[in-house]
């Protein structure tokens, strides 16, 4: 008569765990590529049919985030001067300031009186 086997001979050890899942979450990555493709392609067609925008779906930009795409003109909005002198200006915007406005900063100038009404 055969032995049973023990519940060490049975039980899978950690490493054989971690293949198998490895192996699952492979199998897992390819059925959601060849999956996803056909419900996209669906997706897109409907919106396209029936002119659903993003606001209706629900998805909106998050407080204080900006779109990166132009305006619905296709066109980008135009920088508001906010600081002149002369032909120099400056929006007063994102990014490194102006040479002019640096060396009025050194020079020791308020630049507030440069700013454009």
């Known amino acids: 008569m055969a032995k049973a086997p023990t519940k060490e001979q049975t039980m899978p050890t950690l490493a054989d765990i971690r293949a198998q899942m490895e192996a699952l979450k492979q199998q897992e990555a390819e059925l959601l590529a060849k999956e996803r493709e056909p419900i996209i392609a669906q997706m897109k067609e409907n919106i396209s049919t029936y002119n659903i925008t993003a606001a209706e779906l ?60």
């Open 58 to 117: 629900g998805f909106t930009l998050k407080k204080g985030k900006k779109s990166s795409k132009p305006t619905p003109e296709g066109e980008e909005k135009e920088a508001v001067i906010k600081y002149r002198d002369g032909a120099n200006t400056w929006t007063g915007g994102r990014g490194r300031k102006p040479k002019w406005v640096t060396e009025k900063i050194a020079a020791g100038e308020d630049i507030e009186k440069y700013k454009v009404a």
